[in-house]
């Protein structure tokens, strides 16, 4: 999807009016070290707890869209506490909706203690009605 924004028009390295919905490429960054090189020059530009300051937690709320990628973090999916809560005490980093796909697909929800059909059934729901394709068996 980043590729194809970066192919219209308005998309390009340093555009004016770069804002939120722009792919990363807009920015310029092509290697980690133009992302560090960002990080640490515009880190004086808005001070730490000042208005326009965005925190960890922030940065990871999700912000509307309609179409859903395995990048997309959970949140997206809208998942109750009680299938969220066991599968981050069982696993290590369940952040992304591909990694549910991964452990929906290799059977490890199965596995997760206080996971039980109802919640399984949840997460393949959320993920079908998300337009992701759930035919492996669990």
Not at 61 to 88: F, K, M
Not at 89 to 94: A, H, L, Y
Not at 98 to 116: S, V
Request: hydrophobic share 35%; aromatic share 4%.
């Amino acid at each position: 999807m980043a590729t194809a924004m970066m192919n219209e028009p308005s998309h390009f390295p340093g555009h004016e009016g770069i804002n939120w919905q722009c792919p990363v490429g807009c920015l310029g960054i092509r290697t980690v070290g133009d992302l560090v090189h960002l990080l640490t020059s515009a880190s004086h530009l808005v001070p730490m707890g000042q208005p326009g300051w965005i925190t960890l937690a922030q940065s990871r709320t999700t912000r509307p869209h309609t179409e859903h990628t395995e990048a997309c973090p959970l949140s997206c999916l809208d998942l109750s506490a009680r299938l969220l809560n066991p599968l981050r005490r069982r696993w290590p980093e369940p952040e992304t909706i591909g990694d549910l796909i991964g452990l929906l697909q290799r059977g490890q929800l199965k596995e997760t203690r206080n996971l039980g059909p109802h919640r399984i059934e949840e997460a393949r729901t959320a993920l079908t009605q998300a337009g992701f394709d759930i035919t492996h068996p669990t």
